[in-house]
């Protein structure tokens, strides 16, 4: 991870509000879960259903795969991910408490559970490297994700005992708006760690020319004033002056404050390499820039000149 981040980092805006929205989520998702695993005990509880340890298997192929995707793909799309996943496990509770389709629903429950651990442990894990005492926030999702299922279970358990449907169902439906807002809305024009989806950058990059071209350049900016200096005031002018988005100056700040590779800064930032990519070449356009190197230059000529 960057090394700028190692010990008792500042964290921005973005950051903050990335990790209010991820919390927010996990315990959404894990209302969901919880209700829905419930549900399952209690057909087990009264013979509904043997549910046996089979629907377990299922686990193994949805956290491998899920482990694949979320490597490659950036949080915007892993929240629409993660939004159907729920929407799909709310439509397995209804099925549920209807009494039917309960191997459908173990089934369901048991995948989305495997894609929902690694949800929260990738993410989590990606957080930790913006937070002061990282090495706590890794293990945080689970954290969120036990307090939940204690908070949820007891709740859903009195009403589906008490045959209250129509109350099991608007609190699904609460839960699965929570985590549609908070994985898929934003303030603004905003994404969870994306681009701002309103801007059209050039896509034609090759991202391995310009890996290795920034990764042999990175040396050369050797004009950054000492690490004391707060880029906040600054770099929030900047911004202003060349109509950069608040994710666009996160990119800048990293720009400026990290010497490491471009898929270590990209992961600090929550973004998939090509969406990095994406990114400064958006700024480059606003700023007339051509380059990484020539981007982090101009900042400094900039900030000297102001």
Same mark, same amino acid.
């Given at each position: ?134 090495? @706590?926030? &890794?293990?945080? +999702?689970? =954290? ?5 299922? $204690?908070?949820? *279970?007891?709740?859903? %358990? /009195? ?84 109509? @950069?988005? &608040?994710?666009? +100056?996160? =990119? ?5 404050? $990290?010497?490491? *590779?471009?898929?270590? %800064? /990209? ?40």
């Amino acid at each position: 991870m960057a090394r700028s981040f190692d010990h008792g980092c500042r964290s921005t805006p973005a950051t903050r509000e990335i990790t209010v929205r991820l919390t927010v989520a996990i315990f959404c998702l894990t209302g969901i879960f919880a209700a829905l695993n419930s549900a399952l005990t209690l057909s087990h509880a009264s013979n509904a259903i043997d549910l046996g340890s089979w629907p377990r298997l299922f686990l193994v192929p949805s956290a491998l795969t899920a482990g694949m995707l979320f490597d490659k793909l950036d949080m915007r799309r892993v929240g629409m991910i993660m939004t159907a996943v729920a929407a799909l496990s709310a439509c397995a509770l209804f099925i549920l408490i209807g009494n039917v389709g309960i191997r459908a629903s173990a089934i369901v429950f048991y995948l989305g559970s495997g894609v929902f651990v690694v949800f929260f442990t990738t993410t989590y894990t990606k957080l930790s490297a913006h937070m002061r005492m990282h090495e @706590l926030w &890794p293990s945080m +999702g689970r =954290v969120f994700n036990n307090i939940g299922s $204690m908070l949820v *279970s007891a709740p859903a %358990i /009195a009403l589906i005992d008490y045959g209250d449907l129509l109350g099991m169902i608007v609190a699904t439906i609460v839960l699965l708006a929570g985590v549609a807002a908070s994985l898929l809305l934003s303030s603004g024009t905003e994404q969870i760690g994306c681009e701002n989806p309103h801007e059209n950058p050039r896509a034609d990059i090759n991202t391995e020319n310009m890996s290795q071209q920034d990764d042999a350049r990175s040396s050369e900016a050797t004009s950054t004033p000492p690490a004391a200096l707060s880029l906040e005031e600054p770099l929030k002018r900047f911004c202003q002056a060349y109509s @950069l988005t &608040p994710r666009e +100056g996160d =990119v800048v700040r990293a720009l400026l404050t $990290m010497d490491d *590779s471009v898929s270590d %800064i /990209a992961s600090a930032l929550f973004l998939s390499r090509s969406t990095l990519y994406r990114l400064i070449a958006s700024i480059n356009k606003k700023t007339g820039t051509a380059s990484r190197t020539a981007l982090i230059t101009f900042f400094w000529t900039w900030y000297n000149a102001s």
